[in-house]
Every structure is written in C-alpha cells, then in structure tokens.
C-alpha cells in the first residue's frame, strides 16, 4: 500500500469518527473582548505635555534674558 492512500484512508477514518476523544469536553474558556485603544487620552496627555514645555520656555524667556539661543534671528 502506497503511502499517499495510507494517509488519505487514516484522514477520511478521522472525519468519520469526529474529534479525538476528551476534546469534546474541553471548552476554552470565553475571552474578554479587546478594549478600543484611548486615542482621546493620549491627545490630552500630548496637549498637557507641549503646554507644559510652552509655558516653561515663555517663562524661562521672560525671567531669564538672554538664556535660550536666538532662533530665526540674522
């Protein structure tokens, strides 16, 4: 016997018989579904943060002359 139909006879037992014993009653437990990723709470965290780093260097400006390099200036 050839070894292709060895295979093919083992396959169609198999779809004949169903699932391999204790399978059946096993069930995977239910999964929680995926949370949509919170793009509004990283736009506020951004927002916060490029506030932040514009009032220290307007601060920082105004109390400290000459502290940060001239940009654009020539």
Sequence with gaps: M???RMVS???A???VQGPAA???DRVAP???PARPFPVAWVLLIA???GALVGVSLAMIS???PGALPAVGAG
């Design 22 to 24: 204790g399978s059946a």
């Design 47 to 49: 927002l916060l943060t």
């Design 62 to 64: 105004i109390f400290v």
């Design 13 to 15: 037992r198999a779809a």
């Design 2 to 4: 050839d070894p292709e």
């Design 30 to 32: 239910p999964t929680a």
């Design 9 to 11: 006879e083992g396959a």
